[in-house]
């Protein structure tokens, strides 16, 4: 069993910054892969970051690319999200997931999932 909590959201304009918190508590072991997605109104939810949490391995959606980075630290059981140059766009509620899968490529299969964070982006 994994439990996400989320922190870090908030209202921001665009072209700033904001980093996003999740904190795991695990049960057993650690997932293989903690990820983040996010869902804007009338819109599907999209995984925007992965990473595998034993090798690092970071994957991104082209849309974040280089202005979005992953990062964890198994020691706290934390994964987090430093996001750049926001785009109105980005905004939507921010989701940290966690599965144990050992694909973290395709943002497939995150049966773990936090509450969710709101990041507004004004223009």
């Known amino acids: 069993q994994v439990q996400l909590v989320e922190s870090g959201g908030g209202s921001v304009q665009a072209g700033g910054s904001l980093r996003l918190s999740c904190a795991a508590s695990?049960?057993?072991?650690?997932?293989?892969?903690m990820g983040w997605f996010r869902q804007a109104p009338g819109k599907e939810r999209e995984g925007v970051a992965g990473i595998h949490t034993l090798a690092g391995t970071t994957y991104y959606a082209d849309s974040v690319k280089a202005r979005f980075t992953i990062s964890r630290d198994n020691a706290k059981n934390s994964v987090y999200l430093q996001m750049t140059s926001l785009k109105p766009e980005d905004a939507a509620m921010y989701y940290c997931a966690a599965t144990y899968r050992s694909t973290c490529s395709d943002f497939v299969g995150y049966n773990y999932w936090g509450q969710g964070t709101q990041v507004t982006v004004s223009s």
């Open positions: 695990v049960y057993a072991y650690r997932p293989n892969c």
